[in-house]
């Protein structure tokens, strides 16, 4: 086999799915500083970031089989970097807000039962997204938890963009609805 640097990266993509290791370590090679390099940026933290890629890279390894050929790898690998910053952002915040309301005691007499409400809805919320139809709950799962674009999503099952787009608008629906009745039975 020629060196794998020689390859491109739709080759290298080609090798991956049919689990060659060094394909995988060749676009490691190739994106791992980048994508480094964006997440240390937003988030600030190196540790963070180091562990995002490290788990990007460990997801295309377990999906390698499932990946479409015609895959833009380099795209691919930045949006994952962008929804997965944007999740750990998220956790910052609300890590911040949980610290600044054990900072001010004075005003926790509320924040127990908001906190366990919020940690209710949590799991509503999971429930919920479980009781979805199967390809309902895949597709939303792959837009959500693993970032993807409608274009992606479609790619990746081999089906049309309205289609994602339809199954994304019944799950919303689906969801607003449980969880409407949910909260006004919190009230």
């Known amino acids: ?18 689990s060659d290791e060094f394909a995988f370590a060749e676009l490691y090679k190739r994106y791992w500083k980048k994508l480094f390099a964006i997440a240390a940026n937003r988030l600030g ?46 956790k910052y915040c609300l890590q911040k807000r949980y610290i600044d309301s054990l900072v001010t005691r004075d005003q926790i007499d509320d924040s127990t039962q908001e906190w366990l409400a919020f940690d209710e809805l949590r799991d509503q919320l ?3 997204i479980a009781q979805l139809p199967q390809k309902c709950r895949l597709v939303f799962q792959l837009s959500r938890d ?41 009230l």
């Open 126 to 128: 999971a429930l919920s």
């Open 45 to 90: 933290c190196p540790e963070d970031a180091e562990e995002i890629v490290q788990d990007i890279f460990a997801s295309l390894w377990r999906r390698r089989i499932t990946l479409k050929d015609d895959l833009d790898v380099g795209i691919y690998l930045s949006v994952s970097v962008k929804y997965r910053v944007i999740k750990t952002l998220g």
């Open 146 to 186: 693993e970032g993807l674009s409608q274009k992606q999503i479609a790619a990746e099952l081999g089906i049309s963009e309205k289609t994602v787009e339809a199954h994304l608008g019944k799950a919303f629906k689906i969801l607003r609805t449980k969880l409407a009745s949910f909260l006004m039975t919190l």
């Open 1 to 18: 086999m020629s060196s794998v640097k020689q390859h491109t990266d739709s080759e290298l993509l080609v090798l991956l799915k049919g």
